[in-house]
């Protein structure tokens, strides 16, 4: 069974960089691509970066959002999908979440579509402040 566990949230204040981490256990053989999304006071999950799991699964994908201030890196060792968050601001605090395509879905970019994922991790808390 296929586990999402993320790390490195926390507290910053504005200007700051921030790294977070997400780690899939388990086989993903048969999943192609992972997600980063951020959960706000709303409630509502948007993605801001997904990319492949493995180096030929899926090309990387950013939202409006994201571009220009966060980048996405991957381990292939440990199926390890990183978000590098800079010039961070208070907008940007909410729940992150890692998420994970289907299994036997194939992608030549990763989506940014919260519908195209089915499997979640826990998710790891940011908090920006002025």
């Known amino acids: 069974q296929v586990q999402l566990l993320e790390s490195g949230g926390g507290s910053v204040q504005a200007g700051q960089s921030l790294t977070l981490a997400c780690t899939a256990s388990?086989?993903?053989?048969?999943?192609?691509?992972m997600a980063w999304l951020r959960q706000g006071p709303r409630n509502e999950r948007v993605v801001v970066a997904s990319?492949?799991?493995?180096?030929?699964?899926?090309?990387?994908n950013l939202a409006a959002s994201a571009k220009g201030r966060f980048a996405v890196s991957r381990a292939d060792t440990d199926n390890t999908l990183i978000l590098h968050m800079s010039s961070l601001n208070p907008d940007d605090t909410a729940m992150y979440i890692c998420?994970?395509?289907?299994?036997?879905?194939?992608?030549?970019?990763?989506?940014?579509?919260?519908?195209?994922?089915?499997?979640w991790g826990q998710g790891t808390h940011v908090n920006v402040s002025v």
């Open positions: 990319s492949g799991i493995r180096a030929t699964s899926g090309e990387t």
């Open positions: 388990g086989d993903v053989t048969n999943r192609a691509c």
């Open positions: 998420a994970a395509t289907p299994a036997g879905q194939r992608f030549r970019i990763c989506p940014l579509g919260r519908g195209n994922y089915d499997l």
